[in-house]
C-alpha cells in the first residue's frame, strides 16, 4: 500500500495555501500527515471561532427550544426510568459468560 500525500500546507496567518518546505517533503509521510494536521489545527480553530461569532445562536436557541418542547408533547410519559431493565439485561449478560 502506498500513502501519497499533497506537499502543500496552510498559512497560519493568513489562511493560504503554500507548498510545503523541503525539508517537510523529506519527512516519513506519516510525520508530514501528522505535521499537516498540527498546523491546520489552527487554522481550523479561527473558523471555528469565526463561525461561532457569525452565527446568530438566540435564534438557534428559540429553534432548539421548540424542537425540544415538540418532543416532550409527543412523546409518551415513562412508567420506569428503564434502569430495573437495563440492570436485568447486565445481570443475563453476567450469567452467560
Do not use: C
Not at 28 to 50: F, G, T
Not at 80 to 97: H, N, P, V
Amino acid at each position: 500500500m502506498h500513502i501519497h500525500f499533497v506537499k502543500m500546507d496552510i498559512d497560519q496567518t493568513t489562511g493560504d495555501v503554500m507548498m510545503a518546505t523541503e525539508n517537510e517533503r523529506n519527512q516519513d509521510p506519516l510525520k508530514q500527515w501528522a505535521a499537516a494536521w498540527r498546523r491546520a489545527s489552527a487554522v481550523l480553530e479561527k473558523e471555528r471561532i469565526a463561525s461561532m461569532r457569525r452565527d446568530d445562536y438566540d435564534s438557534q436557541l428559540v429553534l432548539l427550544d421548540d424542537a425540544i418542547d415538540w418532543s416532550i408533547k409527543h412523546s409518551p410519559l415513562l412508567q420506569t426510568s428503564g434502569l430495573i431493565e437495563q440492570q436485568a439485561i447486565f445481570q443475563r449478560i453476567r450469567e452467560q459468560k
